[in-house]
């Protein structure tokens, strides 16, 4: 389906077999200045499909000759440019979470709110073909395969509204992919809210997220705005989400699920329009196994997941953000961005980057500090590599480190993901040493 011309009305297709709902849309989308074409079941919405080009759809889960299910997967491998949205019967949570992981851009619940019905439309066509979409400001370097990967699913995943999931190491730049994801979707003009989930004292987290009345509580002077109030029609960030506490992922989960909060102190619910990306550190399946996190939230905010890869993973990657700080350090300082010697590029090549990007920002940092000239050496990055002071030394530190990974899977059962928390390790970070100490998954 070639992009459409904007001459004309954008176009929306609403299947549906029940027509006082079909009705109801129509006169919606007409104020709306979007054109109706109206299809009973699955045969008539295909057929459409091929007479003319279309900038929404709406379809119902339950139709005469399927699942609408099936029409949003259809779409998804035939139409990529074409938002679907599902309509929902109220409370029917996994349909609409399967929908989403099948490329469904949004859904609504019945009875439908002409409102949110009106939010979504507008949201949709900020993301169809033809619209005047700008570019995101912020970049994501790298040409490694990991992140070329990477680049193409915030590509993908920025213009559905379904939660995603961020996971990496602490330092590759989770709060930078989110940012991104917001930047190159139909919210890029609204609130992008970052929180981190772990800074909050927990007797403060109620009214942070969802704010409170004057007078609900002996501090409450004045009414005060919740984060999700703050993030209105925008995007939420929650990151390292794992911190939240037990009552708090009730909470969170109930709103996500309703779309409304509750601030302290008051009678009413308040809608909210907010998409919510979260990210962690800590693999969340193994937390969920432990009882630290509830499996029900874990499955709403892990519609899509992302993961970000270590910076010992992209290769030359390194050598293009090195460039791309000490330009950056530069410009702060007033001063002509330094070279590196061939040993200095070499070394950071080599090293493991236990910090990731954040770490290479610091060593950079410091180097310029330390650097004599315009010229950066090896020596000036003060990296933290052992020198062990002769090959029995470092056979000897090989051995320790395998017996000790050996010795946690033992006691966990063979358990990765309980053995990495018992040596203060992500299931990434465990993968990796036992992958360049030579130990397979049945070690």
Do not use: W
């Amino acid at each position: 389906m070639g992009a459409p011309s904007r001459s004309r009305r954008p176009r929306a297709l609403v299947v549906d077999d029940e027509p006082d709902i079909c009705e109801l849309i129509a006169l919606t989308l007409e104020r709306l200045d979007v054109d109706t074409r109206v299809a009973g079941d699955l045969a008539s919405a295909a057929q459409a499909l091929k007479q003319m080009s279309f900038e929404l759809c709406l379809t119902d889960l339950r139709l005469p000759d399927g699942s609408g299910l099936e029409l949003v997967e259809r779409i998804a491998m035939h139409h990529e440019d074409l938002p679907v949205a599902v309509i929902t019967a109220h409370g029917d949570v996994e349909s609409a979470v399967n929908a989403l992981k099948l490329g469904a851009f949004d859904f609504v619940s019945k009875p439908v709110e002409l409102d949110e019905l009106r939010r979504l439309v507008n949201t949709a066509l900020r993301v169809s073909p033809g619209s005047d979409q700008q570019r995101p400001a912020t970049k994501l370097l790298g040409k490694s395969e990991p992140m070329l990967d990477l680049q193409r699913m915030i590509a993908r995943v920025a213009k559905v509204q379904a939660p995603i999931h961020i996971y990496g190491e602490a330092g590759v730049g989770k709060e930078l992919v989110a940012r991104l994801i917001h930047e190159s979707g139909p919210r890029a003009d609204q609130p992008f809210i970052p929180v981190n989930c772990g800074a909050i004292p927990s007797e403060l987290m109620e009214s942070e997220f969802f704010g409170h009345k004057k007078g609900s509580f002996t501090s409450a002077t004045s009414d005060k705005l919740g984060l999700f109030q703050t993030a209105q029609g925008g995007t939420l960030f929650l990151d390292e989400i794992a911190d939240l506490p037990l009552h708090m992922q009730v909470k969170l989960l109930r709103v996500i699920a309703s779309k409304a909060v509750r601030p302290i102190g008051d009678s009413r619910e308040e809608p909210v329009d907010v998409r919510i990306i979260s990210a962690t550190n800590r693999e969340l399946s193994g937390l969920v196994a432990d009882g630290k996190f509830r499996e029900d939230l874990y499955y709403r905010i892990n519609v899509i997941e992302l993961r970000v890869p270590p910076l010992r993973d992209r290769g030359e990657d390194v050598l293009l953000l090195t460039q791309h700080v000490l330009s950056r350090l530069a410009r702060e300082s007033a001063m002509r961005s330094p070279d590196m010697t061939v040993d200095a590029r070499t070394a950071l090549l080599n090293y493991p980057f236990p910090g990731n990007v954040r770490e290479l920002e610091n060593i950079l940092e410091r180097a310029l500090t330390l650097s004599s000239g315009n010229e950066i050496d090896a020596d000036d990055l003060q990296l933290r590599v052992e020198t062990p002071s002769g090959g029995d030394l470092e056979a000897r530190l090989r051995e320790v480190a395998i017996s000790t990974i050996q010795e946690a899977l033992q006691r966990t059962g063979g358990n990765k993901t309980r053995a990495a928390q018992a040596l203060g390790l992500t299931l990434r970070q465990l993968s990796y040493r036992m992958k360049t100490l030579g130990l397979g998954d049945n070690s």
